[in-house]
């Protein structure tokens, strides 16, 4: 959330950051009503300064005179503070709609092809052979059933079956493990069912209800695990010793929109459950941005150790989400689709989290406290790397290499083989 003081100090950044990130922001309508609430503010402070009086002289001498008066003043003060909480509250909801501004450090641009490629790692891998999209060698493979999936629940869901089930049980695994053993992350299971106003500490909403699954008793499905590990320190006042706090979390995640209509209709892409394991830094102000280095790197480290080719992308002002200060995504190569497949994003807010659900730290005692700086991102998202694996350890016989990193976690199993006829 934005500080209500920094956008009068100067609302031209925040009309422009709106702007910059294709947003509607309603800063007029804020310094409006904000204008409002400070005079109204002064005219109830005024009138209980005269009721007070009031209330003297009738304790002195009083009479029918005083009393009405008094009574008056009591009416007004009331009227007066109940118009001023309305205010208040629209103020505050308003608030949750103004997008936090970029970093001075994010490339302006328009849209996706203003992004910028900081580095790639690997190389495209070549087949002697024309290769094969992930959903027609998981068809060979006998791991994925779409159709059986769309019977029990509709579209954009999957059923794994098999060495395809275990492929992927395999990477959420080894990707928790590489986080806690040598990335010095501590483990969350987190519930997958939330509160409200968990959704509005991490921005998801108002910004992205939509794509929210809600129950019918005001509870929200995860969009990504990124919203109850976040919200693991809400209201509260963190030990600056204890910064930064790390943890990984795997959870499945739902999503009522899976992406543009008609687009990744086919396949293992976009879909409207899907598991995904996360990484939550909780900093102080002055290592944000550092902390973010460090998350995408650890991101990046899981597709070098897959032998995945992949590239990090500078996410321009235009192509970057309402809550982002600063944000890189990673994106894995997938061969047989000839494209790039977005597996984490990775990002900064700045305060902006902090602020929506009350997580400070208390610098040294006796000082007052701050908000602290929250970064996140995927650690991966498990079925494009599942489909980027697939489509890169391809072989012509219609077979797929296991990546010596899963090995271990598939009982030593190095190659999937297509199913039996």
């Known amino acids: ?9 100067d609302p031209d950044h925040f009309r422009r950051g709106a702007e910059l990130k294709h947003e509607a922001a309603p800063v007029d309508e804020i310094l409006e009503l904000d204008a409002q609430a ?17 209330s003297s002289a009738v304790h002195r001498a009083p009479s029918e005179a005083d009393r009405a008066r008094l009574n008056e003043l009591k009416e007004q003060v009331q009227s007066g503070e109940s118009e001023l909480a309305e205010i208040e509250t629209k103020l505050h909801e308003l608030l949750l709609y103004v997008p936090n501004p970029p970093h001075e450090s994010v490339p ?28 027609d060698i998981g068809e060979r493979l006998g791991i994925f059933d779409f159709e059986r999936a769309a019977k029990i629940s509709g579209a954009r869901f999957a059923v794994l079956l098999g060495d395809g089930a275990r492929l992927q049980r395999a990477l959420i695994t080894w990707m928790l493990d590489v986080g806690v053993r040598e990335h010095g992350y501590s483990e969350v299971l987190p519930p997958y069912l939330v509160r409200t106003e968990c959704m509005v500490g991490t921005a998801n909403l108002p910004d992205k209800e939509g794509m929210a699954y809600q129950t019918s008793d005001d509870l929200y499905l995860v969009p990504t695990a990124e919203v109850p590990v976040t919200n693991l320190y809400r209201e509260e006042i963190l030990a600056a010793a204890a910064l930064p706090i790390c943890h990984v979390a795997y959870s499945a995640c739902f999503r009522r ?36 280095e460090i998350l995408t790197g650890h991101a990046e480290s899981l597709l070098r150790r897959l032998g995945i080719h992949y590239r990090v992308l500078s996410m321009c002002t235009g192509d970057m989400g309402f809550a982002q200060w600063k944000k890189y995504d990673v994106e894995a190569w997938a061969p047989g689709m000839g494209r790039w497949l977005e597996v984490s994003s990775c990002s900064a807010f700045g305060d902006f989290q902090a602020r929506r659900a009350n997580i400070r730290y208390r610098p040294a005692p006796g000082e007052r406290p701050r ?34 990193a899963l090995r271990p976690y598939m009982g030593g199993l190095d190659r999937l083989t297509p199913a039996r006829s």
Request: zero cysteines; hydrophobic letters at 35%.
């Open 1 to 9: 959330m934005i500080p209500l003081q920094a956008l009068r100090d």
């Open 38 to 54: 400070r005079s109204l503010r002064a005219r109830v402070e005024a009138t209980q300064a005269e009721r007070r009086r009031a």
């Open 108 to 135: 302006v641009g328009r849209d996706e092809n203003d992004n910028v490629t900081v580095r790639t790692w690997g190389e495209a891998p070549e087949f002697d052979f024309e290769p094969l999209p992930h959903y």
């Open 257 to 292: 929109e899976a992406g543009a209509a008609g687009k990744d209709t086919r396949g293992y892409i976009r879909l409207h459950q899907f598991d995904k394991v996360e990484m939550v830094r909780f900093t102080t102000p002055e290592t944000s941005l550092d902390q973010l």
């Open 371 to 404: 908000f602290v700086h929250t970064v996140n991102g995927s650690g991966l998202a498990v079925p494009r790397v599942l489909d980027a694996v697939l489509e890169t350890y391809q072989r012509a016989d219609g077979s797929v290499d296991v990546p010596a």
